[in-house]
């Protein structure tokens, strides 16, 4: 079995016991935390902010979707083992959080069927703020603690749940003109998903980037009936990692409101992320 040393970025200042936890500023609104953070719970992002922390844009474990938990990071087929709809029990052992200034780290490991490791799970979030908006970098590196197979299937990766229910008014749209369900399975560079939230003026809306170094770029996405939303990895076939080797997947949510979709904002934080010279 492969050994794995955690050890936290230098910008990671502070390794923390509990949920971490990023406000909008030093004596703001807690903007991001992280979810249940126990022994065998996989990580994840509840609740998720406004930008004026006001507002939760995310949901756990809704009735339609009992697995989903808000904001996370879930294949379906590791080794033949779901990760995505099971996300505590014996399927994720829960190694350690880090906090940093507008930054936070999740460090797990995803178990076979013996319980022994077989994918270190590590993900880096990095908070931007902005005016009237925010923006939410993750670098995901998983590292094989054994020979991995992430096996071909229609979702899977990165997701998202916002707090979707029968009537409420919601859309999206991708890079390529899509809307709604036309982008199901389809290639985009973003989804803007656009949700109204009670108590809000206007619509949230939260975008997922893809980074252009991704594997697969622009990436497959999957959008389903209640508008969760997330990149499809291993949509187009199967994706291995030898033993000891690692893969990384990046992007970059935009989060922001309003009752039309703002497509220069976006264009130009896409712009961004993919010429950014450094990805910590």
Known sequence: MLLLTFVCTAEITVRVKGPAQIPHTSDGPVIIQQGDSKDHTRPYIHPLRSPDGKHVLTQFSPGHHKHQTGLYWGQTRVNKRDFFHNYRG?????????????????????????????????QQWNYIPGKDHYILDL???????????IGKYSYGGLFLRMPWKRGI????????????????GKSAKWVDLAMQIEGMTEMAHVVMIDHPDNPGYPTLWR???????????????????????????????????????????????RKDFGTAQSQN
């Open 139 to 149: 670098k995901w590196t998983g590292t094989a603690m054994q020979d991995v197979t």
């Open 90 to 122: 014996d399927y994720w052992k829960h190694i350690k959080n880090c906090l940093g200034k507008n930054s936070m780290e999740f460090h797990s490991q995803l178990l076979d069927g013996k319980g022994t490791p077989m994918l270190g799970d590590r």
């Open 223 to 269: 959008i389903d009936g209640q508008f969760g939303v997330g990149p499809a990895l291993a949509r187009r076939g199967d994706i291995k990692i030898a033993m000891g080797e690692s893969l990384t997947y990046r992007y970059r949510l935009l989060v922001y409101e309003g009752d039309d979709f703002n497509a220069p904002l976006v264009e130009q934080t």
């Open 169 to 184: 008014k919601a859309a999206c749209l991708n890079s390529e003109g899509h809307k709604n369900q036309q982008g199901e």
